[in-house]
């Protein structure tokens, strides 16, 4: 579920180079129904903190995550994925929110890691 959208969007893409992303992404969100518009709003999100960074990586270096996830970025993407788990309880779409919350369980317990590690090392200096 990391990548899954990644994968659908490129290859879609790969048939026809025209075609409406944010079209693309809705299909995939109503996959989740009744939890689609959360899911939605939660991958836009994610998008946006992405697009509005000024951060440009070079092979070889850490994405600095904290600049682009910010605290107030997090509280909102919590707040957008407590709404499609709490919106969703038949199947299939409850087991693939649960999916998207495992995966989104993950970006939290990477971006808390990466804050202390930036402030264990700025503590250092």
Avoid at 26 to 37: D, F, H, K, S, Y
Avoid at 92 to 100: D, E, G, K, T
Wanted: hydrophobic share 45%; charged share 20%; aromatic share 8%.
């Amino acid at each position: 579920m990391v990548t899954h959208l990644n994968y659908y969007i490129r290859a879609k893409l790969m048939w026809d180079a025209d075609q409406n992303v944010r079209e693309l992404v809705r299909i995939i969100a109503i996959v989740l129904w009744p939890a689609a518009g959360p899911v939605e709003d939660y991958i836009w999100t994610m998008e946006k903190a992405v697009d509005e960074s000024t951060i440009h990586e070079t092979f070889g270096r850490l994405v600095p995550w904290r600049a682009i996830y910010t605290p107030k970025v997090m509280r909102k993407l919590e707040r957008l994925m407590a709404g499609a788990v709490h919106n969703t309880c038949a199947e299939p779409a409850a087991s693939r929110v649960h999916v998207l919350h495992l995966s989104h369980q993950y970006v939290r317990a990477y971006m808390a890691m990466n804050m202390r590690l930036h402030k264990a090392i700025s503590s250092e200096a």
